[in-house]
């Protein structure tokens, strides 16, 4: 079967993530053709060289820790041209000798239209979905009520009427009845990588941040000299005392996950996801105004892995870890068989294509 794969650009989850189903799927023996942008453009195209065309995707823009709409929407208008050339060209290129039987898209917009235009189905692959098509199970406080509203509203606009969505989650959620017929919810994805690791439980706590304009994140670390962090996300090698920073590597970052004791991160799905099957406790502070990082927090804290904060201090940190031994507990009842009832689901999917 012939395939056309689309993966966003923003942030590095979502490529992470998309690799290991495209791998997949190559070895099931389908023809597969990817389009992504920025950094997801360039680890895929290595991993699958002459299979990736380059795009112009939409990208985030931040003041200070905070997703700034107005900044979001001035780079987005200023990038439009140059982005609408480009697309077109790579809309073309594809047309010439490639016709995807079915679109798969992670969240992705271009992927999308090219299936619409070819009138051929597509199947959504991603975790965004469960803010409009799931009941949620958690309290959404006065001053995320906006965020949510505005979550919801692009969730459903992104990949209308889609021939069937896979949600993939850590946390169980009911579907809304209107949806449960072409929605199925599916453990995460979990890199072959993950799944081959040993976990062990170390005396340090990984720290990953990736908006990385918290310039005072190691001055706050330092205030913990008792403790061991190592952190990732300034991409620089350097020792502060109790603080290591480190310079990114996948090999280094993955050991280091499965040997750290607990992990303190913004709201990223896919290291909670990781961090979640390892059963590492998790301190999950989101970025504001990202109502995606919000629920996962608020369900790490509701099902007892870890804490949910709007702060990195000292004492936010330090009552974390003061409860550790609980999160420990809850955790060892997690169990997922990797990415087998994905695969099962999706391999279910293209077969009634």
Not at 26 to 49: M, Y
Not at 257 to 275: D, K, P, Q
Not at 278 to 306: D, M
């Amino acid at each position: 079967m012939t395939i056309l794969y689309g993966v966003p650009g923003e942030g590095l989850g979502h490529a992470t993530r998309s690799k290991v189903l495209i791998a997949w799927l190559l070895a099931q023996g389908h023809e597969v053709r990817v389009v992504s942008s920025s950094r997801a453009f360039t680890l895929l195209d290595k991993t699958f060289p002459g299979r990736v065309l380059e795009i112009k995707g939409f990208h985030l823009a931040y003041k200070k820790l905070t997703v700034s709409k107005s900044r979001t929407l001035g780079l987005t208008l200023r990038t439009a041209p140059e982005a609408l050339q480009t697309n077109f060209w790579q809309y073309r290129q594809l047309l010439h000798g490639f016709r995807p039987e079915v679109v798969i898209s992670d969240f992705e917009s271009f992927s999308y239209f090219f299936a619409k235009f070819l009138r051929v189905p597509v199947i959504s692959i991603d975790n965004m979905q469960i803010i409009s098509r799931a009941r949620l199970d958690v309290t959404i406080p006065s001053a995320e009520r906006e965020h949510y509203d505005l979550a919801r509203y692009l969730v459903r606009a992104k990949l209308p009427r889609a021939r069937h969505y896979l949600i993939t989650t850590f946390f169980e959620l009911p579907l809304r009845p209107r949806y449960a017929e072409r929605t199925t919810l599916v453990p995460s994805i979990i890199r072959p990588e993950i799944q081959a690791s040993q976990p062990t439980r170390g005396d340090y706590v990984l720290v990953y941040q990736s908006a990385t304009t918290q310039a005072d994140l190691t001055d706050i670390l330092q205030q913990m000299p008792e403790q061991e962090f190592r952190v990732y996300g300034f991409n620089k090698d350097e020792a502060h005392g109790n603080v290591l920073l480190r310079s990114f590597s996948e090999a280094g970052f993955i050991a280091e996950l499965a040997g750290c004791r607990a992990v303190l991160t913004n709201g990223g799905f896919s290291l909670i996801s990781e961090a979640v099957y390892l059963h590492k406790p998790v301190c999950a502070v989101p970025i504001p105004a990202q109502f995606e990082q919000w629920l996962n927090a608020a369900e790490i804290e509701k099902r007892g892995y870890g804490r949910h904060f709007e702060a990195i201090t000292p004492e936010n940190v330090q009552a974390f870890l003061a409860g550790l031994p609980q999160f420990e507990a809850a955790l060892a009842s997690y169990q997922q068989a990797g990415n087998e009832v994905l695969f099962a689901r999706l391999a279910e999917l293209l077969a009634e294509v």
